[in-house]
Nanobody, 116 residues
Framework: QVQLVESGGGLVQPGGSLRLSCAAS????????MGWYRQTPGKQRELVAQ???????NYGDSVKGRFTISRDNAKSTVYLQMNSLKPEDTAVYYC??????????WGQGTQVTVSS
C-alpha cells in the first residue's frame, strides 16, 4: 500500500506561481511512476505531469513550458512547480503513484484556483 498526501494548493492571480508537493509513504520502494493529474467538474481527469523512475518526465500539452515536475527520492516526495498560471489551470490537482505491480494510488486532491 502507498499513501499520498498533497499540499500547496490555493488561490493565485493569473501569471502567478504555485508549488504543489506530494509526500508518499508505505511501500515506496515499489513506486515506478509519480505524477499529477487534474480535474474540473464535468470533465475527465487529465494528465498534468509524470516523473518516471530513472529520470524521464512527461507533460500534458497544455502545461508544457510552464510546469515542471521534480522528484526527491530521499524524501519520497514529488513536486509540481506551476508558473505563468492561467484561469484554465483552475482544477483539483491529484497526486498519483503507480507501482511496478501496476497498482495505482491517488491522493485526496488539492484545489488550485487561478483568478483575479
Amino acid at each position: 500500500q502507498v499513501q499520498l498526501v498533497e499540499s500547496g494548493g490555493g488561490l493565485v492571480q493569473p501569471g502567478g506561481s504555485l508549488r504543489l508537493s506530494c509526500a508518499a509513504s508505505g511501500s515506496i520502494s515499489s513506486i515506478a511512476v509519480m505524477g499529477w493529474y487534474r480535474q474540473t467538474p464535468g470533465k475527465q481527469r487529465e494528465l498534468v505531469a509524470q516523473s518516471i523512475k530513472g529520470g524521464r518526465t512527461n507533460y500534458g500539452d497544455s502545461v508544457k513550458g510552464r510546469f515542471t515536475i521534480s522528484r526527491d527520492n530521499a524524501k519520497s516526495t514529488v513536486y509540481l512547480q506551476m508558473n505563468s498560471l492561467k484561469p484554465e489551470d483552475t482544477a483539483v490537482y491529484y497526486c498519483n503513484a503507480a507501482t511496478r505491480g501496476s497498482s495505482v494510488y491517488w491522493g485526496q486532491g488539492t484545489q488550485v484556483t487561478v483568478s483575479s
